[in-house]
């Protein structure tokens, strides 16, 4: 019987948060994560900042996409800013998943300190 190393459990916890910050779709682990208020001091860390962007992410579409909708004149700067907004989402997930993978830190300035208030 093979046993595990130190290194594959690390690897596992790597796989498992960067499924996390797959955009939109690992908001859902990252939640049940966060509910079930299991896994390291990372892995919640991680599970924050992912639901913190993924909420301000939402809140920010819907605003732009309501006003883009009530300001006919504004409509299609506002499309432009929505659709660079989602852009900025999904390149900061991609960003967070690189840095994961070497090993560094995935705090981002001002969301990591907002994050720290989620419970």
Do not use: D
Not at 29 to 55: C, D, H
Not at 76 to 97: D, F, P, S
């Amino acid at each position: 019987m093979k046993r595990a190393s130190p290194a594959s459990g690390e690897t596992l916890e790597r796989l498992k948060l960067t499924i996390y910050l797959v955009p939109i779709f690992g908001l859902l682990p990252a939640a049940y994560s966060l509910w079930q208020k299991q896994g390291s001091r990372q892995e919640l860390a991680v599970s924050r900042l992912v639901v913190t962007l993924a909420l301000t992410w939402v809140v920010t579409y819907g605003l732009l996409s309501a006003g883009s909708h009530l300001a006919p004149g504004l409509s299609l700067r506002l499309l432009i800013t929505n659709t660079l907004v989602t852009t900025g989402y999904t390149l900061t997930n991609l960003v967070l998943m690189v840095r994961l993978l070497q090993g560094k830190s995935v705090n981002l300035p001002g969301f990591s300190r907002l994050s720290k208030r989620l419970p």
